[in-house]
């Protein structure tokens, strides 16, 4: 992820990022933007997901002694954080 203010990479699991509200201040430059998904992006990932979901994760976490609906839950957050982008303020 990167600030679309100064190009400097703003890492996804930082502070800045998963504060709630939305409008976010560069740790950086300072200067505020906006995160948002970008649903295209989110479409296009749905299918490998949802496949890496049910064939891979799934078995994996069932025999982790979990419930499979955490691999869904696992995806699901993984699909929004690779489909987020970041935009300037207008
Ligand atoms: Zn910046």
Redesign the pocket.
């Known amino acids: 992820m990167k ?1 679309p ?2 190009d ?1 990479k703003i890492s996804l699991f930082s502070k800045t990022l998963n504060k709630f509200g939305k409008v976010k201040v ?1 740790p ?2 300072s ?1 505020p933007f906006k995160s948002f998904i970008n649903f295209k992006v989110a479409a296009i990932l749905f299918i490998p997901a949802l496949v890496l979901s049910l064939f891979i994760l799934k078995p994996f976490i069932i025999s982790l002694g979990l419930t499979g609906g955490v691999s869904t839950g696992i995806m699901g957050g993984l699909l929004v954080l690779l489909s987020m982008r970041l935009k300037k303020l207008d």
Do not use: A, T
């Open positions: 600030c203010h100064c400097k560069c950086h430059c200067e």
